[in-house]
Structure formats: structure tokens, C-alpha cells
């Protein structure tokens, strides 16, 4: 049972847009939510993070948006940077504290 | 210096074998995690240890067996190794305690486990 939603495995952009990777969950008890980048051979990296109690956070470049009725979230990259190119990681965790992934969204930057 | 490392790297071992992959970090966090990405790429979680005790443990074979000497260790053992095991392993640290919320997890870079 796969509780956190990846439902686009690739995605390409071109460089300077704005990409958009979205993610969707089921279970409604899950109130902390995270995006995650991974560079091949390396371990996934956190980037950014929301709380339930909100609808958006920005950090630079990057902003990820909640919509809780919907359980769906969303990363917004702009403007996307070659750098950017990497599999993208949604995760979510509930009061226990432990993080469950989704299956991850390869984004590749065109230059 | 490197936050969170595991070793082997990489590990190609037959059927049947018994394998450690060893995991530390020196980031004074309290909490310690092994994650598996299977072939379908999903990262799922297998054990969790806060200061030296086990606090999850998902539905994993008895063959895994995770063990904390201190807190800045937490080594993975698998007895009698199966072609299904084949998988990347993460080991990872956060300083939060479950119930403290997640931001925090910083993972080690992997061990791709192959068994033939």
C-alpha cells in the first residue's frame, strides 16, 4: 500500500522554466511533508519542507505548495537551473516521526 | 568529512551468504535509520534505533538483523542472503525523535547490495 504518490516518473524542463513536480498521499494522518533531491551514487538530500498548518513555503528558489483537502502537494523550481537535474523525492511522516517516500520523479533540465 | 557513512559501497555476494553493511555518523544525532530502495526505486523504511534501542522495526525478515553499539553506529546484518535482497541500503541519522517531526534525516551516500 503506497501511501505516498510519485505519479510522474521523469520529467524534463528547459532551463530558466519553471518546473513543477507533484506528489500525492493517502493518509490523512500525516501532518509534515518533504522534498528530498538525490544525485546518482549519492543518498538523498532534504531541501525543503512544509508543516500541515500551512499551505506554502519558499526557500529561494524553491517553493512547495499543500492542499490538504486534495492531499496533494506540489515543488515549484524556478528558474530551473542545470544543477536542478535529479530525482526528486516526496516524503511524509506522521506524529511517529518516520519518513515514507514516494517513488521519486527524475527531473532533467534542458539547457 | 563525511556526515553519515556506510560501507561497502558496493557488495556482490552468492546465495546464501551472511553480510554486514556498516553505517556511522558523526553528527551527535540520537536517531538512526536503514532504509531500502528496491528495483521499483522505492525508498521504505526498515529499522529505526534512538540512542541505542530499537524503536521501529517495519515488516522485515528475521534474517535482518540491525545492531547499535553506541549511538553513532548502527550496523545491518543479513543472514542467508536471497536474490530478493538485491537492493540499494541507506543508512540515515536525525536528531528529532519520532513524534519531533522529520526535517532533519541526513542519509549516507548507499550500498548496493547484489546478490547472485
Known amino acids: 500500500d503506497q501511501q505516498v504518490k510519485q505519479n510522474s516518473p521523469s520529467l524534463s524542463v528547459q532551463e530558466g522554466r519553471i518546473s513543477i513536480l507533484n506528489c500525492d498521499y493517502t493518509?490523512?494522518?500525516?501532518?509534515?511533508f518533504l522534498w528530498y533531491k538525490k544525485y546518482p551514487a549519492e543518498g538523498p538530500t532534504f531541501l525543503i519542507s512544509i508543516s500541515s498548518i500551512k499551505d506554502k513555503n519558499e526557500d529561494g528558489r524553491f517553493t512547495v505548495f499543500l492542499n490538504k483537502s486534495a492531499k496533494h502537494l506540489s515543488l515549484h523550481i524556478v528558474p530551473s537551473q542545470p544543477g536542478d537535474s535529479a530525482v526528486y523525492f516526496c516524503a511524509a511522516s506522521a506524529r511517529a516521526g518516520k519518513l515514507t517516500f514516494g517513488t521519486g520523479t527524475r527531473l532533467t533540465i534542458i539547457p | 568529512d563525511t556526515a553519515v557513512s556506510q560501507t561497502p559501497k558496493y557488495l556482490v555476494t552468492q546465495m546464501g551468504n551472511d553480510k554486514s553493511i556498516k553505517c556511522e555518523q558523526n553528527l551527535g544525532h540520537d536517531t538512526m535509520y536503514w532504509y531500502k530502495q528496491d528495483s521499483k526505486k522505492f525508498l521504505k523504511i526498515m529499522f529505526s534505533y534512538n540512542n541505542k534501542e530499537l524503536i521501529i522495526n517495519e515488516t522485515v525478515p528475521n534474517r535482518f538483523s540491525p545492531k547499535s553499539p553506541d549511538k553513532a553506529h548502527l550496523n545491518l546484518h543479513i543472514n542467508s542472503l536471497e536474490l530478493g535482497d538485491s537492493a540499494v541500503y541507506f543508512c540515515a541519522s536525525s536528531a528529532q525523535t519520532p513524534g519531533q517531526g522529520a526535517s532533519g534525516y541526513t542519509f549516507g551516500s548507499g550500498t548496493r547490495l547484489t546478490v547472485v
Open positions: 493518509n490523512s494522518m500525516f501532518d509534515y
